[in-house]
């Protein structure tokens, strides 16, 4: 079993940066694929970053670009996402997920591509609004 929290969201301006943090527990986390999705209400849970177990391979879809950078310690068990440049559309609650089959995951191969079934372990959220 891995046990996920995220922490650090909030309210921000647009063009302002935050910082997530996802602290991981029980299970090997060296060997899980992580992965971070938000999900805004009405609206389907969609993928934002992901990172290999090493953390020497992070993928982003291209809606994301180059605005968001993952990072991840295994030393500590946690998962860092950079989010810069905020925009009103970013707004959502994120999480962070991962995955049993570690490098495995699609993200990894289609930068476009994340399948939510592949994550079995799920933290509760953070929510992160940006407006003026």
């Known amino acids: 079993q891995l046990h996920l929290v995220e922490s650090g969201g909030g309210l921000v301006q647009p063009g302002e940066s935050l910082t997530l943090s996802c602290a991981a527990s029980g299970f090997t986390f060296d060997f899980a694929g992580i992965a971070w999705f938000r999900q805004v209400p009405g609206k389907e849970r969609e993928g934002v970053s992901c990172i290999s177990t090493d953390g020497a391979r992070t993928s982003y879809p291209t809606f994301v670009g180059a605005r968001f950078v993952v990072s991840r310690n295994n030393s500590h068990k946690t998962v860092t996402l950079q989010l810069n440049n905020l925009q009103p559309g970013d707004t959502a609650v994120y999480y962070c997920?991962?995955?049993?089959?570690?490098?495995?995951?699609?993200?990894?191969?289609?930068?476009?591509?994340?399948?939510?079934?592949?994550?079995?372990?799920w933290g509760p959220g953070t929510q992160v609004t940006v407006s003026a």
């Open positions: 997920a991962g995955s049993a089959i570690g490098d495995l995951t699609a993200c990894l191969r289609d930068r476009n591509l994340y399948k939510e079934s592949e994550y079995h372990f």
